[in-house]
Antibody
Framework: QVQLVQSGAEVKKPGASVKVSCKAS????????ITWVRQAPGQGLEWMGWISVYNGNTRYAQNFQGRVTMTTDTSTSTAYMELRSLRSDDTAVYYCARAAAAIYDSWGQGTLVTVSS | DIQMTQSPSSLSASVGDRVNITCRAS??????LNWYQQKPGKAPKLLIYAASSLQSGVPSRFSGSGSGTDFTLTISSLQPEDFAIYYCQQSYSTLAITFGQGTRLEIK
């Protein structure tokens, strides 16, 4: 069955960077894109961007331009999301999801990133 | 960016009730509209895609309708496990995906 397993919770100081991983299994990794969505405590879903696993093309949401980088490693079927210059309002659960035509049919379990001094 | 507005923001209903949740887009998105369910502490789960297609494994009491700017998620007979937050999402503009703000469905 399709599974996306994310890395564990992180605590970071303001100004630091965080890199979250998302390991896929149960399907051909290169056929689908991976999207990243975050959810601040008690808030809704915020789309961060996507990466085509097939060719590495990326598209980032305007709010994250210049601060986020999404990559994949096809040898390990793992996607990564790095967010830099962290602020307290970046505290959130970060999700990866499998994407086909921007329909997100399988999700990781989420990774809590806490930004605190 | 395309704005997605859900109504109501919260809703109280009883087991067995029929419930409608609406989602309005700020411009026409054809049928590029998806619905997700999220329970506390869990990742969202895809329920409906392309406005009215039921995702595999999702109970048939869930249905979706609409096109253009106005969409509806219907739960025909609420079950205890359906109390959750529901989000719509437009997949028309793949360069700028947007979600609705969510509708919290609570037990009356």
């Amino acid at each position: 069955q399709v599974q996306l397993v994310q890395s564990g919770a992180e605590v970071k100081k303001p100004g630091a960077s965080v890199k979250v991983s998302c390991k896929a299994s149960g399907y051909t990794f290169t056929i689908y894109s991976i999207t990243w969505v975050r959810q601040a405590p008690g808030q809704g879903l915020e789309w961060m961007g996507w990466i085509s696993v097939y060719n590495g093309n990326t598209r980032y949401a305007q709010n994250f331009q210049g601060r986020v980088t999404m990559t994949t490693d096809t040898s390990t079927s793992t996607a990564y999301m790095e967010l830099r210059s962290l602020r307290s309002d970046d505290t959130a659960v970060y999700y990866c999801a499998r994407a086909a035509a921007a329909i997100y049919d399988s999700w990781g379990q989420g990774t809590l990133v806490t930004v605190s001094s | 960016d395309i704005q997605m507005t859900q109504s109501p923001s919260s809703l109280s209903a009883s087991v067995g009730d029929r419930v409608n949740i609406t989602c309005r887009a700020s411009q026409s998105i054809s049928t590029y509209l998806n619905w997700y369910q999220q329970k506390p502490g869990k990742a969202p789960k895809l329920l409906i895609y392309a406005a009215s297609s039921l995702q595999s494994g999702v109970p048939s009491r869930f249905s979706g309708s609409g096109s253009g700017t106005d969409f509806t998620l219907t739960i025909s007979s609420l079950q205890p496990e359906d109390f959750a937050i529901y989000y719509c999402q437009q997949s028309y503009s793949t360069l700028a995906i947007t979600f609705g703000q969510g509708t919290r469905l609570e037990i009356k």
